[in-house]
Structure formats: structure tokens, C-alpha cells
């Protein structure tokens, strides 16, 4: 075994969690070893969804316009019975940009993973090393000292030694990282297993843009279209069922005849077949000194609320700004770290039980909850403000940390996402820096600017007729203090009143 490299952050697992934890710190200048086991991309497409909270994270890595291209907005969701009747659709408002992008998307995750390793092209910082896998973590020896890794080459068996400030475990749900601290997953009480298809077609099917939740306890399902050509199914699987039994498109036809009805079997070409077993688990803890777990290393999400594969990501924005400051030293210290998993875990948590609720809610309850389905949904869908929840893609408030101050302020702001509103300049807010920012209606004295630019802040002050003047106002608030990651650190009711708060923070 030799020694190979020092770098500030090692990342195990080249996914779309890890390059984008790269990405993410690389725009806050701070270097990075991506190490993946796959040669490349791996080719079979998972995830399908991302919601426009997500989709910010791609724009602060500059690859939204590129992901626009691949991705194709979703309309909202209709609930289907066995026989096809519609029992209700939730539309979603084309219009609404609160977050400046469409709130559903929808995509093929081999094409996205492509496009955020060409963006890791445009980054020195970032060095990927794919090919190698990772078969040892040995801890530092002393509080600041290194981790270090054995990495080995996938073609050659040579092992090489990295060592790392702090380590990334960005690698699945079988994650060596999370077994080498000591973490263990606890079971949210949710296990399914499930069908998953994938089918191209140069056919217009033509069917409502949306996707349909087949709610039928004997075989539940979901239909989307995912891209021009592609679209994808998940069924249920029954017992003593697999994938073995679906592996053609004929064996498939019964399962996915509503949808294409006219079309032969040789214009549907199977990309992929495959069962897979769903799962609700968060891990117990998320770090271990300068060892830190995200994605599915560290939360499994059923797939009902589409957010599996999204949560990972937000992972990566919450963690990568902190890091940065504490090795840039900028204000943070090591202890400040805590906050990620203070933050992130009940709110995975909390889409996890969300899921698991939304899939009992169109799936669950045997003939009772097919017979309650079928008489509710048609009623419940017009109790105003119902379809907004059912679509909306605003997902819960962060926990106060050390990084989020919910003391004697404004209930509403702290925790949460500041919108990524339109600007007088023409930029949305996300375009302001990647530092902090604070968001005012109020004008700033000098004692304001000589207090913000040595924080270091930038002072953005908006109408209290603009969108983010109301979004304020419904805070009961004139000035909030906005973390690299979009995230509410503190709100007042007066400017100073946050200066005061930015003292103690």
C-alpha cells in the first residue's frame, strides 16, 4: 500500500449527491477527491423526479439551463382506479415560480448525472477518479488530524492510501462509510417491493401530462412520462412475483396496456425491468467526527413523494457551505458542523413519513380504502386549499441550530426557504453571491453597512410591494438574514434588531 493524495474533502461515491457535494464546494473554493467504483455513469436510470427546491441547487452550480433541456415539467397528479376512472387531478399552476423554476420535474437520471460530470469539467477543484473503490476508513489519530481511505483500482487491485480533512459518504444504501462509524439505519416501518419500468417509443401515447397513482389494493402503480420518448411504470409486486416474469414487452402488456392500447410491441423498446424493494430507514447518526454520511447512506425514502433521490442533494447544500466556511475559516467552527445532522434529519424524517403516508393514503386499507377512495376523492378535491397541498413542492422548516436562530422573532421565517424571487435587476435572488445575504424593506444606516459587509452580508433591500417585501410581511418581519443555502438564519422586525441577533448568533 502507498500513499497517494491529501485533499481537504474526500467524497466516496461519484452519484449525483457526491458530484454535486463536489460542485457545491468547489463554488466555495474549497478542493475535492471524488472517488466512484463505476468506470462511468452507471447506465440504468433510477430516480425520475426533482421539485423546483432541488432544482435551485442545479441553478447554483450552473447546470439549470442544461437540466432544462433534459427535464419536462409534470402537470400534477390524477388518482386512477383498476379501470382507469379518474377519482380526482390535481393540477399544478404553470405560473407559479416561487423558487424561479417549475415545481414538478421530471427527467432521466443517467442524463442528469452526464451533465454534472461535464460541469466538473469547468472545476480544477474537483478531481474525479472513477474506477476505484473504496475498501478501508481508518479514523484521524488526533482531533485535527487526517482520514484516511484505502482506495483500490477496480482494474489493477493496486491500493493506494488518501488522506482527507473530512470525508463524504455519498455511497448508497450499502454504505461502507456508515458501517466504518458505527452508524446503523433504523426501520421507519415501511418494506414493499416493487416493478419498475422503463419504456421507450417513438409513439405518441397521448395521454393527460401528469402523473397517475393507480390506488387499487390488489396492484398499485404509477405512470409518468418522464422525457419525449421515455416513460416509466411501478407497480406493486405480489407475492412470489419478480421481475424474471416482466422481462419483454408482451409479458409486460397486461400491466401496461391502458396506456398503450394501439400500440404494437415492437414500437415499445424495454430499457429497463427490474423489482426493487422499497424502504423507509434513517440512519442514527450522520456524523462522526470529520466523517459525515448523506444520501442514501444516510435516509431511504419511499418513492411516493418523489423526493429520494432529491433529499440527497439537499444534504449536499445544507453541509457544503459549512464546510467551506469552517476550512476557509470564515466564522464557522468545527462545532458548528453539528448543525447538519441537527437540520437535515428531521426533515428527512419528516418526507419519509410523508411518503409512507401518501402511499397508505392511495394504496392502503384494503376494500374499505378502495371503497373510501372511490367516494371521497371526487369530494375532497374541491375543499379549497386541498389540490395546493396535494401539489405543492414546499417541503418543512429546518430545526433551530446553532446556524438557525427561533428565539423571541417572528414565527414563520427562521428555517425556512427564502423564495427565489425576481429582482429589479433581472436576477433572481440566487444570482446575488454565494455568501449570506440579508433581505430588507428597510433602508440600512452606516452602522448597517459597516455591520454586513464585515459579517460579511450583502444588503439587498427590496419594495415592501415586491415579493419579497410580502413574503416579509406575511413573516411579520422587515428584515431576515438569508445562509448560503437559501436557508432563514434569523429574522427582526427592525434591521437592527438583527444586527443584535447576528451579535449572539
Known amino acids: 500500500m502507498s500513499t497517494d493524495t491529501t485533499a481537504p474533502v474526500l467524497i466516496v461515491g461519484g452519484g449525483p449527491t457526491g458530484i454535486c457535494a463536489a460542485l457545491l464546494l468547489a463554488v466555495h473554493g474549497v478542493a475535492s477527491v471524488v472517488l466512484e467504483r463505476w468506470p462511468d455513469i452507471y447506465p440504468q436510470p433510477r430516480a425520475v423526479h426533482l421539485d423546483d427546491e432541488v432544482y435551485r441547487i442545479l441553478g447554483k452550480v450552473g447546470v439549470a439551463e442544461d437540466f432544462a433541456a433534459i427535464s419536462r415539467p409534470a402537470r400534477g397528479l390524477q388518482v386512477i382506479d383498476a379501470g382507469q376512472q379518474v377519482l380526482a387531478r390535481f393540477e399544478r399552476n404553470p405560473d407559479s415560480k416561487t423558487n424561479g423554476y417549475p415545481q414538478a420535474n421530471l427527467f432521466d437520471q443517467p442524463e442528469l448525472e452526464r451533465i454534472l460530470r461535464n460541469r466538473v469539467a469547468d472545476f480544477p477543484a474537483v478531481t474525479l477518479r472513477s474506477g476505484v473503490e473504496v475498501v478501508g476508513l481508518t479514523p484521524a489519530t488526533t482531533p485535527d488530524g487526517p482520514v484516511s481511505l484505502a482506495v483500490r483500482e477496480t482494474g489493477t487491485g493496486t491500493i493506494t492510501q488518501l488522506r482527507g480533512r473530512y470525508v463524504l459518504g455519498c455511497d448508497g444504501a450499502n454504505s461502507l462509510v456508515r458501517r466504518a462509524i458505527g452508524s446503523r439505519m433504523q426501520d421507519l416501518g415501511f418494506e414493499q417491493r416493487w416493478l419498475v419500468v422503463d419504456v ?26 418522464i422525457g419525449r420518448t421515455r416513460h416509466r411504470w411501478e407497480f406493486r409486486l405480489l407475492p412470489g412475483e419478480d421481475s424474471s416474469q416482466f422481462a419483454t414487452i408482451e409479458a409486460l402488456g397486461p400491466l401496461i396496456s391502458p396506456w398503450t392500447r394501439g400500440v404494437t410491441a415492437g414500437d415499445l423498446r424495454l430499457v429497463r425491468c427490474a423489482d426493487y424493494t422499497f424502504r423507509a430507514q434513517i440512519a442514527d447518526r450522520w456524523r462522526c467526527g470529520p466523517v459525515f454520511l448523506l444520501g442514501d447512506a444516510a435516509h431511504l425514502t419511499p418513492p411516493f413523494v418523489g423526493q429520494g433521490m432529491g433529499a440527497g442533494l439537499r444534504d449536499a447544500y445544507n453541509l457544503a457551505w459549512k464546510l467551506a466556511n469552517v476550512i476557509h475559516r470564515h466564522g464557522l467552527t468545527d462545532a458548528d458542523l453539528d448543525s447538519y445532522q441537527r437540520e437535515r434529519k428531521p426533515h428527512a424524517r419528516a418526507m419519509i413519513r410523508n411518503a409512507i403516508l401518501i402511499g397508505f393514503a392511495m394504496t392502503g386499507g384494503g376494500l374499505a380504502g378502495d371503497i373510501f377512495r372511490r367516494l371521497a376523492l371526487p369530494r375532497v378535491k374541491h375543499i379549497p386549499g386541498f389540490g395546493r397541498r396535494v401539489v405543492t413542492s414546499e417541503t418543512p422548516r429546518l430545526r433551530p441550530s446553532t446556524l438557525i436562530h427561533a428565539r423571541r422573532i417572528p414565527v414563520g421565517l427562521p428555517g425556512r426557504l427564502c423564495p427565489n424571487a425576481l429582482l429589479d435587476s433581472g436576477q433572481r435572488l440566487d444570482q446575488a453571491g454565494t455568501g449570506y445575504v440579508v433581505v430588507t424593506t428597510a433602508r440600512p444606516d452606516t452602522a448597517d453597512e459597516r455591520y454586513w459587509a464585515a459579517f460579511p452580508a450583502t444588503v439587498l433591500q427590496v419594495g415592501t410591494d415586491s415579493d419579497l417585501g410580502r413574503w416579509l410581511a406575511r413573516g411579520r418581519a422587515t428584515a431576515a438574514l438569508v445562509r448560503p443555502d437559501g436557508t432563514v438564519r434569523a429574522a427582526a422586525h427592525r434591521l437592527g434588531r438583527l444586527r443584535e441577533i447576528g451579535d449572539r448568533a
Request: aromatic share 8%; charged share 30%; no cysteine.
Open 200 to 225: 421507450d417509443t417513438d409513439t405518441e401515447l397521448g395521454h393527460w401530462d401528469g402523473v397517475h397513482q393507480i390506488a387499487d389494493r390488489h396492484r398499485a402503480g404509477t405512470y409518468m412520462r
